[in-house]
């Protein structure tokens, strides 16, 4: 299974920005796949997390209303649009893959990508 993260980078408060997840060797079908954060200092936090089978999302409350995963089977690819950024979204985001359970507990998944960062300032 390989995760490769992209779309991250630096932007102002109340900006957006879409983090894109390609996915290889992995079966979307079955599993839930997730976006999982890390501050610097700080423990992994899910942020959000969606079923492969029939799209159901979950979300830590500090980004509900704000964050939106979605995916494409087709092109093997999850997305998480972050819209109203703020300062404490700063992070490294890291797609993950392969929970089975609906759960945002970072070490239910057993597949990570490499990350990349978002900075919000």
């Known amino acids: 299974v390989q995760l490769v993260e992209s779309g991250g980078g630096s932007v102002e408060p109340g900006g957006s920005l879409r983090l894109t997840c390609s996915a290889s060797?992995?079966?979307?079908?079955?599993?839930?796949m997730g976006w999982i954060r890390q501050s610097p200092g700080k423990e992994p936090e899910g942020v959000a997390t969606?079923?492969?089978?029939?799209?159901?999302?979950y979300y830590a409350d500090s980004v509900k209303g704000r964050f939106t995963i979605s995916q494409d089977r087709a092109k093997s690819e999850l997305y998480l649009q972050m819209d109203n950024l703020k300062p404490e979204d700063t992070a490294m985001y890291y797609c993950?893959?392969?929970?089975?359970?609906?759960?945002?507990?970072?070490?239910?998944?057993?597949?990570w990508g490499k990350g990349t960062q978002v900075t919000v300032s």
């Open positions: 060797g992995y079966t979307f079908r079955g599993h839930y």
């Open positions: 969606l079923w492969g089978g029939d799209w159901s999302s």
């Open positions: 993950a893959a392969g929970a089975t359970l609906s759960t945002l507990i970072p070490s239910s998944f057993p597949h």
